[in-house]
Every structure is written in C-alpha cells, then in structure tokens.
C-alpha cells in the first residue's frame, strides 16, 4: 500500500451513506494504545486521496520521484519493474510514460488498485496492476529486474520480522544481481522533528486535525488523524503508524535479509499545494540495494511429494447425507472416475485410504507424505467431524490439500460466516438465528423466507419445501426439522429471488491464483410451481426434477458484478483461512444485488460437480483440476517449509 504521507480514513460516499458518522474519541493520553495492528488493511480510500491528495496526487511530486528513482539507478526501458504497494498507481504509470513496457503494479488497497486499472485504461498506458499482500506475494513467471518501495510503504507493520517478509519476497522476486529501492523517511531525524500537532484545511469543506508521538519503544511513530467537515462534523477519528529506520537500521535489515551493496541516495523533500504539514514526506532519502546472484534454475523435477495418499469417506460405513443414508450406484462411479483423472497425472503415484476404523492407526504406522483430503463427508462420515481428518493430519505432521481444522470448523457455522461477510462489507441475506428449543425466539415477519439449518452442507434439510410462505408453511418446515435434525439451531433468512451464482478459486495468496469462470444455476426448465433452490433433491435424488431439469451454465455478467463475485470471494479467501480452493456462492435479490450464500472451503471434488463445471469452462479437464489442486497444496507446503528451514538457519546463524 502506498502511504506516502500518512493514511486516509476508512471512508467513501457509499459507505458513509450506510454506516453511522464516526464520533471523535475526544482528549487521549497515550496514542499508541488505541493503535489497531492492522490498521493498514481498510485505510487506504477515497479519503486517503483527499487528505494527502496535496502530495500524492501532485503530478510535480510523481515527476521528481521517478527522476530520482531513475537518476539512482540504471533501470533501462525494457527491464521488468515492480512497484509494490504501488497505491493508486502514480509511479507506475509515469514509469509508462517514459517508455517502460513491462511494469508491474501490487497493492493490498483494492480501492486503490482499481482506480489505477481505471487510469491506465483512461490513459492507454500497459501497466498491469494486481491486488495482494506485500509479505508474500508471488509472481513466479517474472523474474523483475528492479523493484520499488516509494512514499513511505514500508514499515507499516506491528513487528520488524514484517518488513524482513516483504524484503525477501522482493529477494525472491528478483533476477540475480537485481535492484530494489527504497523511497524512506529518515527515521532519526523525524524522531527529533516530528510536528506533535497540526492542523490544517483540506478545502472549503474539511480540514484535518493531527497528532503524533513516538511509541514506547522509540522506534515508530504512531499518529492520530481526525477529519472533520465544517457543517458535519467529525467523519473520521484513525490511527497509524510507520516504522522509523535510520539509515543503520535499514542497511543492517536488508543485509540481515541478504542484499548486498547497500547504498543511499540524495535526500528529497516533497511538494505539497497546500504548503503545510507534510508529515512523513518531509526528510526522505533513497535506499538502493542488490540482489543476490541466483543459482541457475534445475530442470523440473516434477511434484515435490510425487506419492499421494488420498483420504475420503467410508463406503462400509452408513452416511446419513445420502440418498437412502448409504453409498449408491452414482458415488461409485464418482469414486472410479476420480481415480481414472488421478492415475492420468503424470509424476504422481496414488494410494486410497477409505476405511475410517483403522484410519489413525494407518496414518500412524505408514505416515504418508502427502495427503489429497477428499473426506469431505467427515470422520467415520459424520459430517460434524470433517475438521477431525485435518486435525489428525496436523498433529501427525503430515501435509495435505484443503482447509484446515479452524477454517472448516468455521466455514461450517453459517451464522459465523454470515457475521465475517458483514463485518468486511460482503452482502449477506437478512436472516434470524433461531433454536427450535427456544420459545421465545423471533419468527420471520417476511415472507417468502429460506429455513435451513445452521451447521451442515450437501443441502441437508434444505428440501423443496423450505422455502415457506405463510406461518403455517413455516410452522410446518420447523416442526419436520425438529424431527429430522433434532436439537440443531436453524437459520431463517430472506429468500433470494434473482440469479444464482458459484465462483471457484484455486491457489493461495501469495501464489498463483485463479478464478475460474463464474457459474449460473439455470432454473428454466424446472417445472412451473416448484421453487428454483439447489434442494437436498437436485444434488442426491435422481429421480427428483430437481435433479433432471436443474443445468448449469457459464455466466454472463457486466463487468462490475463479474468483479464483485470475484473480490468478495479473494476477500473471504483470505480472511477464512481457506488454502488452496473453494467454492463460494451467492444469490442476487430482486433488486440484483448479489448477497453471499455460503463458503465451501473444501467443495465438492467429483466429476460433475460445480468446480469441475467451472474448471470445464476455462477449458481444463477433470485431471487437469485435480492436478492444479495438487500443485497449489504442494506449493503452499514448499514455500512453507522453505520459509520454516530459513527461520531455523537465521536463528542458529544468530546464536552462533
């Protein structure tokens, strides 16, 4: 993210439409107690534009940056730069405009991202922007050149290891002998100097009141913004802060990291159009260091674990999810045509395990080296224990595909998810939480709604009928319930009338990661008088209509909903620690706004399932879904150990 002066409060006119006015905090002694750790993760907007809008959006100020960058360096035109936590894209773009055709935008602001795609296409310039995480992005077809940290963006985070994290992905990202410059405060002369208040007018509208101290350590500045408009009031009150690193300090990190040729540049002051408080901008020096050569790459070797033992539920034992509470016909041919895909990868060598009473006892006496988890029906097929096969895993050490323990355990209570949809602004259905033991509990006042139960997936107790009506339908759906799924606490929601889509991701943050195409349920040709919802029906009874006239088809969305579907589903990624793929869907209301259904961290794997459908319409096969799969499991494991084993070399390194 680009604070080249100091972040914007979390604020824009659609949100400010929804939310309450914030309210100032009023007198606080110590600022670095109301300090978020994560402040950094929603601050960077429309307003962050505003308040700093006199530097950042100064085109003076982008001009001498990149001449300083330029006149530092011997970047040439047609070597790959990245521009990590390039914000809205200014540096970039002038990068653009001199000639340089191969750069490279990353951000973690998704407002700000898209405002620079917005300005590259307004100004026909080739920069190729991206959203992700400044510690552990990846883009393993690059290999850059150059890379810049400018205005500021570095040292935002609680802990120095941070920093390190970003600098060694930018190690990794570059060429052998590549450049990577630093655009930085000087940290010790802005502990002596810093301005512990100001204040000043942004326009005729607002101005922006600060204050400042050092953290307790000495070695952050923790800031304290309020903006406040004339006849409104207070619109934000917000903290940050940025590490203060002298010029020691940052040399001994990058060559900790292991830079070389650490060198500095001449210092720069920034422009500002309102001439006052400059903040961060104000005593800045250049960091220019080198990267390490390379060893030349091996030649591939195929899968770094090539002997995969795959885990799924137990055709002996009952299944209460199924079609007469057992193994069927269909999930026989669903087991054989994943072990046909399976046995076309190349490099890999499979073995099943599927008997769930000796199945602690086999993990433990023949570990395996990579597990493919497709025990999706859960521990002794008790779907409450699906998180119990990933947990054994953990405690056993061995690797293995899919979410862990906490996200499935998560991702299974749909009220908790509903609630971290919320509180990151993902629409969700209006719904009450209701305990069927619970009397007093709160009955729909709106009708249609949807009756289903909280915990569960596969569509179980969601039938044809729970979709109700009146209060008598929904009084009759309750009481089968109460029946079928005793005890369970139940979900009523709003009933979602517009169009139903799946989006489908694969990889994990930091490494590649692909959307695949966004997939419709097509209702058309469900018979009149039966309500269109994916029923217990459509997915384990095949003589129900809801099976045989339900289709599925590629969607076609304008651009702006294809993009929501998209980013609501990186977002909740990432936010519920889901790794490697998942499925998420949503429902539009009548209105068209899409609203999220549910996740599905560990979706359904088989062959005719909404992945794989997905997966056909970007043109790849079922054997060509298991595998990246495979290879997004197996990357993550590798990075992971990588990063473990350069722990334990940096701590022993350190104690020698």
């Known amino acids: 993210m680009a604070n080249d002066r100091r972040p914007a409060p979390s604020s824009d006119k659609s949100a400010a439409a ?116 400044a510690r552990k992005f990846r883009f393993p077809d690059e290999g850059f050149h150059g890379a810049l940290l400018m205005g500021n963006s570095f040292g935002y985070f609680e802990h120095e290891d941070d920093d390190a994290q970003v600098l060694a992905a930018v190690k990794n990202a570059l060429v052998s002998k590549g450049t990577i410059v630093l655009d930085l405060v000087d940290g010790g002369w802005m502990a ?50 940025e590490r203060l690193y002298t010029r020691d300090g940052i040399q001994e990190l990058l060559t900790q990291v292991g830079f070389e040729q650490v060198r500095f540049g001449d210092p720069m002051k920034a422009e500002s159009t309102r001439g006052q408080d400059l903040g961060m ?47 069927n016909e269909e999930d026989f041919e669903t087991i054989n045509r994943l072990k046909h895909a399976l046995a076309e990868l190349p490099g890999y060598r499979f073995q099943f395990l599927d008997r769930h009473d000796t199945l ?27 998180l119990h096969v990933p947990a054994t895993l953990e405690m056993m050490g061995i690797p293995y595909t899919g979410g862990g323990p906490a996200c499935l355990a998560l991702c299974y209570n749909k009220s908790h998810v509903a609630a971290i949809a919320q509180s990151i602004d993902v629409p969700v259905p209006m719904e009450t939480y209701f305990d069927p033991n619970d009397s007093a509990a709160h009955l729909p006042s709106v009708f249609p709604a949807l009756v289903k139960p909280n915990t569960g997936d596969s569509s179980l107790g969601i039938t044809k009928d729970a979709v109700v009506r009146s209060m008598d339908e ?113 429902r539009a209301d009548s209105q068209g706004t899409v609203k999220l259904l549910e996740v599905n961290p560990n979706p359904g794997w088989c062959w005719d399932g909404k992945l794989n459908l997905m997966a056909g319409f970007a043109g790849m096969r079922y054997a060509d879904l298991l595998g990246a799969i495979l290879e997004s499991a197996q990357e993550r494991v590798a990075l992971d150990l990588n990063l473990k084993h350069g722990r334990i070399a940096a701590k022993a390194a350190a104690e020698a």
């Open 18 to 133: 929804k939310k309450p006015r914030p309210r100032s905090l009023g007198p606080i002694a110590d600022l670095e107690r109301h300090l978020p750790a994560d402040w950094w993760r929603t601050l960077f907007n429309s307003l962050y534009l505003k308040t700093d809008g006199d530097v950042v959006e100064n085109d003076v100020n982008t001009v001498k940056e990149i001449d300083w960058v330029l006149s530092s360096t011997r970047f040439e035109q047609n070597d790959r730069i990245l521009d990590l936590c390039c914000g809205q894209g200014r540096h970039s773009l002038e990068l653009a405009r001199r000639g340089y055709t191969h750069v490279l935008g990353l951000d973690r602001s998704r407002y700000l991202v898209r405002l620079a795609k917005r300005r590259a296409k307004d100004t026909h310039l080739q920069v190729s922007f991206h959203e992700g995480d």
């Open 192 to 241: 002596e100097h810093f301005q512990p208040r100001s204040w000043e007018w942004i326009d005729q509208d607002y101005f922006v009141c600060r204050e400042r101290s050092l953290a307790k350590d000495g070695r952050r500045l923790i800031t304290r913004e309020v903006v406040v408009h004339a006849e409104k009031g207070v619109v934000a009150d917000q903290f940050y802060a």
């Open 281 to 327: 901008m104000e005593h800045r020096f250049l960091v220019i260091a080198t990267a390490p050569r390379k060893a030349a790459k091996a030649a591939p070797k195929g899968p770094l674990f090539p002997q995969v033992t795959v885990v799924m539920g137990d055709a002996t034992l009952p299944d209460m999810v199924k079609k007469g509470g057992k193994f």
């Open 360 to 386: 602690v006892h086999d993990l433990r006496h023949a570990p395996p080296h990579f597990v493919l988890n497709l025990c999706d029906e859960g521990y002794m097929n008790d779907a409450f224990m699906e």
């Open 474 to 586: 929904f009084m009759a759906y309750l009481e089968k319930l109460r029946h079928e799924l005793a005890g369970r606490a139940l979900l009523v929601q709003e009933y979602l009338e517009g169009g139903e889509y799946s989006v489908g991701l694969i990889g994990n943050p930091g490494q590649r990661f692909i959307a695949l195409p966004v997939l419709e349920v097509d209702y058309s040709k469900l018979p009149e008088g039966l309500t269109p919802i994916l029923s217990y029906e459509s997915k384990w009874l095949p003589d129900s209509p809801y099976w045989t006239d339900i289709s599925y088809k590629q969607a076609v969305l304008d651009e702006d909903t294809q993009r929501k579907l998209v980013d609501y589903s990186m977002l909740l990624f990432e936010r519920l620690g889901c790794r490697d793929y998942a499925r998420f869907d949503f």
